[in-house]
Nanobody, 119 residues
Framework: QVQLVESGGGLVQPGGSLRLSCVAS????????MGWYRQAPGKQRELVAT???????NYADSVKGRFTISRDNAKNTVVLQMNSLKAEDTAVYYC?????????????WGQGTQVTVSS
């Protein structure tokens, strides 16, 4: 089994910054793609950003130029640096990882962390 634990959410004013972290723990696994998704009240979960094991990145148009995703493969960690936050960025943010365990690829999700952008 693999667990994803997120941290770093909170309340921030518009224009501010937050840094989300997600650490994967478990045994006998390797991680492929990792990413961040978000879900606002009454809306579907949507992609924010993803990063491959070779550090190739993909961003939603709504966050390009404001958010940066990075990862540390040695520490099984993915980080989302969020700058110039807007009210519409308010949502629960979820970490996602595609994990290979004994030749079986499984998608894992974190429990979510709340990000609220408000004055």
């Amino acid at each position: 089994q693999v667990q994803l634990v997120e941290s770093g959410g909170g309340l921030v004013q518009p224009g501010g910054s937050l840094r989300l972290s997600c650490v994967a723990s478990g045994s006998s696994f390797s991680i492929g793609s990792m990413g961040w998704y978000r879900q606002a009240p009454g809306k579907q979960r949507e992609l924010v950003a993803t990063i491959t094991s070779l550090h190739g990145t993909n961003y939603a148009d709504s966050v390009k130029g404001r958010f940066t995703i990075s990862r540390d493969n040695a520490k099984n960690t993915v980080v989302l640096q969020m700058n110039s936050l807007k009210a519409e960025d308010t949502a629960v943010y979820y970490c996602k990882a595609d994990v290979l365990i004994y030749l079986t690829l499984t998608t894992y999700w974190g429990q979510g962390t709340q990000v609220t952008v408000s004055s």
